[in-house]
């Protein structure tokens, strides 16, 4: 089993397990061994399947305006918590492939594995949604047809974003590329960069 085959593997699991109680607030128990590239995988996938339910909720036109500030503070958090995750995997990587000689001629890629692998994330909600869209009983047939189609297209972005990660991941592992971890640094969490919070004190 390749690396991105893990990942959908892990990533398919937590769907699944998150949508047995379908709650944002219920625990779900995570399978994998603390410590492991998958018990990391699967804490990240549950963080985005909270959120994608999050998202669901405020966008409720009937939403009481003072439960939205409070969900969107959440989403805010949410957010900050996906990031830490994605550097932790990167860290993974780094730490992982640190001892490979680079080529001379070895080039950065736009985006680091964990990074891509976030995609691959929300894609396995989009697509454990998207079939439930598809063969929703109470759907018009036109929409169930319309469902299928994009599920057959994110099955396919599937295949080929696993396929260029794993791709990304022997290239880093021969020497062909090389990466490095950026932190974020997001100027509106931080009470000394952000404008309005610091003209506040």
Not at 40 to 65: C, G, Y
Not at 67 to 77: C, F, N, P, Q, Y
Not at 130 to 135: D, L, S
Request: hydrophobic share 40%.
């Amino acid at each position: 089993m390749t690396f991105a085959e893990n990942c959908n593997t892990v990533f398919d699991r937590c769907v699944e397990a998150y949508h047995v109680s379908d709650d944002i607030d219920a625990p779900v128990a995570n399978p994998y061994p603390e410590g492991s590239v998958e018990h990391t995988l699967f804490e990240k996938n549950l963080i985005d399947a909270r959120q994608w339910h999050m998202e669901d909720v405020i966008r409720d036109p009937a939403i009481d305006p003072a439960e939205a500030l409070v969900l969107k503070r959440r989403i805010d958090r949410s957010n900050q918590d996906r990031t830490d995750m994605v550097e932790e995997l990167d860290t993974y990587f780094r730490d992982l492939y640190a001892g490979v000689a680079t080529a001379p001629d070895a080039t950065i890629n736009t985006e680091t594995p964990a990074w891509a692998i976030d995609r691959l994330s929300i894609l396995a909600l989009k697509i454990y949604h998207m079939r439930a869209e598809a063969t929703r009983a109470d759907a018009a047939p036109d929409h169930r047809a319309r469902c299928a189609g994009k599920l057959d297209i994110l099955l396919q972005q599937r295949t080929d974003l696993s396929a260029a990660i794993d791709c990304l991941i022997d290239d880093i592992a021969a020497g062909r590329k090389y990466m490095k971890v950026y932190r974020q640094m997001k100027m509106y969490n931080d009470a000394d960069t952000n404008p309005v919070l610091y003209g506040g004190k």
